[in-house]
């Protein structure tokens, strides 16, 4: 298996922005708004890794490009790959599809990448020389390359937010939604839970792989579990504010220990919080995925906002002094 080359930084880190700005113009193009852009894996703070694989096409006996992109943790990387010798064969001349030649590719152990972390919406290919020396033909390579992969994220997630959910035997293996994790991952770090950030994972796992019930049961699961954590905060201050809490907690009866001091929350801030589990008690499998989803996004903002709002003054608040 031959390795990625090594890429000059400056040129590599150029590409990547030309490339970017080629992808969120694309995305401008299609109006997207905010609360959609899940659907789009390098919108907002996403990273992604970008592998190049230059191949030999036999039709023109000449050199195309394989695109494919997976998710990165904190920053954009590129690999560029020169298999234009593995592939002049007659077997490899009979592949079309980008995604044929991708599994190919990985099936002869050319490509060491893992299937489950494939954006599948990337997968394209494209002529052209990878170095260019100019910005103006690397523009043209990189506007070909985005507008294919924008275009594709745009159709599929379209078709699949318009249908019910059909139950499947086995799960795909490819993510289809992209959730911008940056905000999540400093909440995550700041809770400092092994057990919330596991469970609370699993659910950015089944959001990205629209398995809308597990997710918004997952979620409802983190939203109790983040309360009671806040209420274990102020307990840790001198508050009584696990006196009278069962056992085996419902929803209801975080709500009621939310409503005592020094919590406090209104008449308002409950309506809210009981809007937020008739969220996660409205998946089901007969909704269409567009509103499955949404009902998971209201969860998801839910949580970020019991946060902001309650997490954070569970910490700061001072002791209370009047422990009984």
Known sequence: MKDFENIDSGYSDNFIDLLHKKYLERLAFYEIQDKDLSRFSWSNNKHVNLYIIKYYYDFFDSYSNLIV??????????????????????TFSKLELPLEILS???SENYLDLDVNQIIISSVSQTSGDFYYKNNTQILRFTKAISKKWVDNEYKSTLQQLSEPTIVEKLPRTN????????????MLK????????????????????????LCAAGLGSCLEHLMLIILKNYNDKGYKTLKGLPKNPT??????????????????QETFFNILFMARNAVDHHNTGKTQKELCDLLLDGISDLYNDYYNSSILIKENIEKD
């Open 190 to 213: 700041a809770i400092n839970s092994s057990q919330f950030t596991d469970e609370f994972n699993q659910c950015l796992y089944a959001y990205e792989h629209e398995k809308w019930f």
């Open 104 to 106: 190919w590719l990985i």
């Open 251 to 268: 929803a209801h009866n975080y709500i009621i220990q939310f409503r005592q001091p020094p919590i406090s929350i209104s008449s308002r």
């Open 69 to 90: 992109a997976t998710p990165a943790q904190n920053k954009d990387n590129l690999f560029y790959l020169d298999l234009s010798t593995e592939t002049r064969n007659y």
């Open 175 to 186: 993510r289809q939604f992209f959730i911008d994790r940056y905000h999540f991952d400093k």
